[in-house]
């Protein structure tokens, strides 16, 4: 990386650990020495093992269930600033909670909203996300935000497997922009499915709008949890005569029975990023690294480049 002789510290929670050895090698220097434990009753200690006195520090942390994950960040983010750090910036793969990120029910927490507060009043000056599910939750913060697309590394994938015939599916409305940056990038043509949620967590195919028929299927989301929606979409799409079907999504949570209703489902291929650290292996799922694009990103901020330019027009 061009970026290897700046002066930046990286550090990383303990969150997912792998993907931010990863960004550091790739931008070229170690992750910072910091200490992080619990004590007996739970509480989380952090002390930072080298002087950050005036530099720029970049805190790596994905922040997926459970809140500890949150609570860690603070305390580094907290811990830097009463240490000096010239500049803070958050670097978070994935954002958990911004599945809440509006008031749709009355008496409900607009919780992306509230994190954005708590890292803010914590003292960062920037944050680097990638794929938030909802872009304007970038404005529930008052530093500026960095937004970083999967679709480029999930675009490079996939263009490398020749696929024809292919047909780009949103397995819902709200992931109709996605999925047309998705067609636009693979000359693919567009689908969407019309979707009902009875209640949270569950997902019933109403409607499949565009021609699958005999077509290759691409499936594109940000999150998939209990892959409700994501594997019903697949089964109504063979049932709709789709040839071979694969899915994309950014943030792996995979919590609940979506193991195992990826590999009861019609999805033949299902690629995820690293964003957040897989519990278990799978013959269906395959992991793409996003640690090249953070590293850059990081370079740039530090330099005070573009980012946007990463995502080429």
Known sequence: MPYANLPISLFAGRSNPVLAEEIARTYGQDLGRVTIKNFSDGEIY??????IRGTDVFIIQSTPPCADNWMELL???DAAKRASAARITAVLPYFGYARQERKDQPRVSIASKLMADMLVTAGIDRLLTMDLHASQIQGFFDVPVDHLYASSVFADYFRDLHLTNLVVVAPDVGAIKMARAYANRLHAELAVIDKRRPQQNEAEVVNIIGEVEGKNVLLIDDIIDTAGTLTNA????????AMEIMAACTHALLSGPAYERIEASSLGRLVVTNSIP???????????SVAEMFADAIGRIATDASVSTLFGP
């Open 46 to 51: 952090v002390r930072y093992e080298e002087s």
């Open 75 to 77: 305390l580094l983010i």
């Open 234 to 241: 697949a089964n109504a799409l063979r049932r709709a005569g």
């Open 278 to 288: 897989l519990t278990r292996t799978s013959t269906c799922i395959e992991v793409v």
